[in-house]
C-alpha cells in the first residue's frame, strides 16, 4: 500500500521564476493539503482540496495556488517566487475530516530559492 | 486564529518518561493531534483526543483537558530511536479539515 509520493524530493529555483510540486496521495484518501515548513518550525496550512476544489485555505498569497485531479493527485504551483519562500513543502493526505485518523504526509520537496 | 505553545527542547536518557506539555488558543475546539518528525522526514500521525482524558497506544499516551485547553504527550519506556520532534497540532470545529501545528519541541534521548 503507497503512501504519499511526492516530486521533485528537492529543487533549487531563481527568485521570480515559478514552481510546480506534485503529490500522490495515499491510496484509500481523497483530500490533498498543503503545508510549508520553514525550518525549526512547525508545518504551516496552505490549502486543501477536495472533490477538485480548494475546500480551504491558509494566510497565504494568491501566488500560491494548486490544483487536485480527478485520480485525487495534486499540485502546488507557487508564482513570482521570494527567498522567503525556502522551506519543505510537504504534502498530506486524508480522509475529508483528517483529525480522528491523522494526515499521512509525504516526504516533501526541499525548495531552496536563491 | 488558533496558537499554540510548546516546549522547544527536552532532553532525557534511555528507559525513562517524558512528557511534552500543548496548550492551545482556538475558537470552537474540535480536537488535538500528535504527530513525530525524525530529521528530514515525513510527520507521522501518533495519536488524537477529542474528549477529555487519557488515549494510550503502546509506549505513547496522550491526555487532553478541554476545560484548561491543554494537552500532553506520554513516552514511556524511551528507545534512542525516539529522538525526534514532536509536534501538537489543534483542528477547529469551523474548519475541521484544517489542523494549526505547534512549532515542536525536539526531544533528545541519551543513553
Known amino acids: 500500500d503507497a503512501g504519499v509520493t511526492q516530486s521533485p524530493t528537492h529543487l533549487i529555483k531563481t527568485r521570480g521564476q515559478q514552481v510546480t510540486l506534485r503529490c500522490s496521495p495515499k491510496?484509500?484518501?481523497?483530500?490533498v493539503s498543503w503545508y510549508q515548513q520553514a525550518l525549526g518550525q512547525g508545518p504551516q496550512f496552505i490549502f486543501q482540496?477536495?472533490?477538485?476544489?480548494?475546500?480551504q485555505r491558509g494566510n497565504f498569497p494568491d501566488r500560491f495556488s494548486g490544483h487536485q485531479f480527478p485520480n485525487y493527485s495534486s499540485e502546488l504551483n507557487v508564482n513570482a517566487l521570494l527567498l522567503g519562500d525556502s522551506a519543505l513543502y510537504l504534502c498530506?493526505?486524508?480522509?475529508?475530516?483528517?483529525?480522528?485518523?491523522?494526515?499521512?504526509f509525504g516526504s516533501g520537496t526541499r525548495l531552496t530559492v536563491v | 486564529g488558533q496558537s499554540l505553545e510548546q516546549p522547544s527542547e527536552v532532553t532525557a536518557v534511555e528507559g525513562a518518561i517524558v512528557q511534552i506539555n500543548c496548550t492551545y488558543q482556538?475558537?470552537?475546539?474540535?480536537?488535538l493531534s500528535w504527530y513525530q518528525q525524525h530529521d528530514g522526514g515525513a510527520p507521522t500521525f501518533l495519536s488524537y483526543?477529542?474528549?477529555?482524558g487519557l488515549e494510550e497506544t503502546g509506549r505513547f499516551s496522550s491526555f487532553l483537558s478541554r476545560s484548561d485547553s491543554y494537552g500532553y504527550l506520554l513516552l514511556q519506556e524511551l528507545q534512542m530511536k525516539d529522538s525526534a520532534s514532536y509536534f501538537c497540532?489543534?483542528?477547529?470545529?469551523?474548519?475541521?479539515?484544517?489542523?494549526?501545528f505547534g512549532d515542536g519541541t525536539t526531544l533528545t534521548v541519551k543513553p
Open positions: 498530506a493526505s486524508s480522509f475529508p475530516d483528517p483529525a480522528p485518523r491523522g494526515y499521512t
Open positions: 491510496s484509500g484518501h481523497d483530500t
Open positions: 482540496y477536495y472533490e477538485e476544489e480548494e475546500r
Open positions: 482556538t475558537s470552537g475546539f474540535y480536537g
Open positions: 483526543n477529542a474528549l477529555d
Open positions: 497540532a489543534v483542528s477547529a470545529n469551523t474548519n475541521a479539515g484544517k489542523s494549526t
